[in-house]
Structures are given as structure tokens and as C-alpha cells.
């Protein structure tokens, strides 16, 4: 009997002191919908961690915003028209030519995509030396710094 009474009286203090889990979301964006007597409302990347709800009164912690309606300011950039690479595949070094003078940066990146040379350059044509790095295959990204442009080319060094 004693047995049985320590066996209730643990099951009861293991569920008293229990937790429930409320629950939760991280979204990225946040408005309100209603449908008659029925309202969905969800947030803008908070979480959501305690409700209480008393007649027609719903209270929620948390960040909600009706009608919020945020973007990024991202520029567009368009592609650089009228460029020449030449040799590819190379040997020693790769010439760019231009239609146009240009503002721009020459970036050249190993294809695990770390950066391996840089060169600035305000002209209508310019030449990057390859001579000291490895036979494989390369990326040179041209940046116009002016106009928000950019190229890509795939450059092989025999």
C-alpha cells in the first residue's frame, strides 16, 4: 500500500511541474485575413511565444503588423555589352577590350571561388597576367563601378 501511494503521489508531482511547449514560427512577412467571425493574423519574422485568448479578446506576444509591406533595395545590374576576351583558352595573360571607356574592376577567382587577383582599371582595354598561377580554369568577373554592370567569363590557362 505504501508503495502505491509513493507511485501516485509521484505521478502527480511529475505532471504538476510538466511544461507545455507554446507554439512558434519565424516568418518573413506579416499581414491579417478575416473570412465573417474568423481572423488569421501572422507576423513578420518573430517569434511567437505566448498567447492568452478571453472571450473576443486575443492578446499574442509578439511583433504583428497589419499590412506591412517592406522590400530590399536591391539594384539591378545588367550585363556589360560589347566586351572581347581574348586568348582563351591562354597561356600567360588574357586581354579585355571594350567598346566604350570604362570604369570597372577586374576580379579573377580559382574555382573554389576564392579571389585571386584584383585590378582596377579606366580604360578602353586592359591585360591581366596570368603567367604565375596554375594550369586549370578560371572565372574573370568584370565590374563597370559606374553604371552597375557586370560580366562573366569562364577563362582557361593551359
Given at each position: 500500500?505504501?508503495?502505491?501511494?509513493?507511485?501516485?503521489?509521484?505521478?502527480?508531482?511529475i505532471?504538476?511541474?510538466?511544461?507545455?511547449i507554446?507554439?512558434?514560427?519565424?516568418?518573413?512577412?506579416?499581414?491579417?485575413?478575416?473570412?465573417?467571425?474568423l481572423?488569421?493574423?501572422?507576423?513578420?519574422?518573430e517569434?511567437n511565444?505566448?498567447?492568452?485568448?478571453?472571450?473576443?479578446?486575443?492578446?499574442?506576444?509578439?511583433?504583428?503588423?497589419?499590412g506591412?509591406?517592406?522590400?530590399?533595395?536591391?539594384?539591378?545590374?545588367t550585363?556589360?555589352?560589347?566586351?572581347?576576351?581574348?586568348?582563351?583558352?591562354?597561356?600567360?595573360?588574357v586581354?579585355?577590350?571594350?567598346?566604350?571607356?570604362?570604369?570597372?574592376?577586374?576580379?579573377?577567382?580559382?574555382?573554389?571561388?576564392?579571389?585571386i587577383?584584383s585590378?582596377?582599371?579606366?580604360?578602353?582595354?586592359?591585360?591581366?597576367?596570368?603567367?604565375?598561377?596554375?594550369?586549370g580554369?578560371?572565372?574573370?568577373?568584370?565590374?563597370?563601378?559606374?553604371?552597375?554592370?557586370?560580366i562573366?567569363?569562364?577563362?582557361?590557362?593551359?
Amino acid at each position: 500500500m505504501k508503495n502505491r501511494l509513493t507511485a501516485i503521489i509521484l505521478l502527480f508531482s511529475i505532471s504538476a511541474f510538466s511544461q507545455t511547449i507554446e507554439k512558434s514560427s519565424i516568418s518573413s512577412g506579416g499581414a491579417s485575413t478575416s473570412n465573417g467571425t474568423l481572423t488569421m493574423v501572422y507576423s513578420i519574422g518573430e517569434v511567437n511565444v505566448a498567447e492568452t485568448t478571453s472571450a473576443n479578446i486575443h492578446i499574442s506576444e509578439g511583433f504583428i503588423s497589419k499590412g506591412l509591406n517592406a522590400s530590399l533595395g536591391i539594384k539591378e545590374i545588367t550585363k556589360i555589352q560589347g566586351v572581347k576576351v581574348y586568348p582563351n583558352p591562354t597561356v600567360d595573360k588574357v586581354n579585355l577590350s571594350f567598346t566604350e571607356v570604362i570604369n570597372a574592376e577586374v576580379r579573377v577567382f580559382d574555382l573554389t571561388g576564392r579571389a585571386i587577383l584584383s585590378k582596377h582599371f579606366n580604360d578602353v582595354k586592359t591585360s591581366i597576367d596570368l603567367s604565375r598561377y596554375n594550369i586549370g580554369t578560371y572565372l574573370l568577373h568584370v565590374y563597370d563601378l559606374d553604371n552597375a554592370r557586370v560580366i562573366t567569363y569562364k577563362i582557361i590557362k593551359k
